[in-house]
């Protein structure tokens, strides 16, 4: 079965610092691909970064990069220089594209990001 | 392009009463999907379709019947809303199931089962 976990239910940042989310995922596929979306107070889900299981280098996006570390089946989000705009919930999410689970979007249960002047 | 629209955005039902949550994309997507998001659980799938006239269950499927007679159309019908059902839906597209496609979120419907 495909699994998700988020360990950090709520996380501080001092704006302009870095932040690590952490994301462990659990699946027997050898094709995976790993997401984090960002849910703000509004409630809407915007996709921030995907990471495929057969890339060599993490995945960047202006200031958000993935830690992928395969053999630790770890895929966590790293924050550069935070803003107070980065407050929001923080979703790791998990798809795989073989068997009876194809296509479906696997979720953790989030991290709620909290960013301070 | 719309993007994945979602109508209502918000609904309060009784027990036992029906409705169904629509849901559209104007991207061509084959891939759709529901998710219901409770409070410290994530989102979970609920139903999803591959293609027009396709259809699969998710993982919280009961209570809920999904079709899919066009490519552009979702729509998830709860037959007898229950208090349990009280939660925030989202509809979400993929150009596939390719695991490299991201999925595009609606911006959801709250639902309230009183």
């Known amino acids: 079965a495909q699994k998700i976990t988020q360990t950090q239910p709520g996380m501080f940042v001092q704006e302009k610092e870095a932040v690590t989310l952490d994301c462990t995922y659990d699946?027997?596929?050898?094709?995976?691909?790993l997401f984090w979306y960002k849910q703000p107070s509004s409630g809407e889900m915007i996709f921030l970064i995907y990471q495929g299981s057969y890339d060599q280098q993490n995945a960047t996006e202006g200031r958000y990069s993935l830690n992928f570390q395969k053999a630790r089946k770890s895929a966590n989000l790293v924050i550069s220089a935070s803003q107070l705009g980065d407050s929001a919930m923080y979703f790791c999410a998990m798809r795989t594209d073989r068997g009876s689970t194809l296509g479906r979007l696997y979720f953790g249960r989030g991290t709620q990001l909290t960013v301070w002047p | 392009n719309a993007g994945v629209t979602q109508t209502p955005k918000f609904q309060v039902l009784k027990t036992g009463q029906s409705m169904t949550l629509q849901c559209a994309q104007d991207?061509?997507?084959?891939?759709m999907s529901w998710y219901r998001q409770d409070p410290g659980m994530g989102l979970r799938l609920i139903h999803y379709s591959v293609g027009a006239g396709i259809t699969d269950q998710g993982e919280v499927p009961n209570g809920y019947n999904v079709s899919r007679s066009t490519t552009e159309d979702f729509p998830l019908r709860l037959l007898s809303a229950a208090p349990s059902q009280t939660s925030v839906y989202f509809c979400?597209?993929?150009?596939?199931?390719?695991?490299?496609?991201?999925?595009?979120f609606g911006p959801g419907t709250r639902l309230t089962v009183l």
């Open positions: 979400a597209s993929s150009y596939s199931s390719r695991n490299e496609n991201e999925q595009f």
């Open positions: 991207m061509n997507h084959e891939y």
């Open positions: 699946t027997s596929d050898p094709s995976y691909g």
